[in-house]
């Protein structure tokens, strides 16, 4: 089984968190009903629906800033070997 995601429509891996494609994460089956005995109400499922924001941006800053300090520290480290 394979989850879709609702922003691109992309198939991902039934365990996926996050959608491979677009970044937006993927929104879980709703266990919820299914524990209650599967009654509920239309007026409580039309504001139920999270809005997703594809947010990347930052992401790619912070792996960045990562990597630098990574960088950094190796140069440092061998330095003061030699």
Wanted: aromatic fraction near 2%; include cysteine; charge should be positive.
């Amino acid at each position: 089984m394979s989850k879709i995601c609702s922003n691109c429509g992309h198939e991902n891996r039934d365990v996926a968190i996050y959608c491979g494609n677009c970044g937006a994460r993927l929104i879980a089956p709703n266990l919820g009903n299914s524990l209650r005995g599967g009654s509920s109400s239309s007026s409580s499922t039309t504001n139920s629906s999270p809005t997703y924001t594809n947010n990347n941006n930052g992401g790619g800053l912070g792996s960045l800033c990562c990597g630098v300090i990574l960088i950094l520290l190796i140069i440092i480290i061998i330095m003061s070997i030699g």
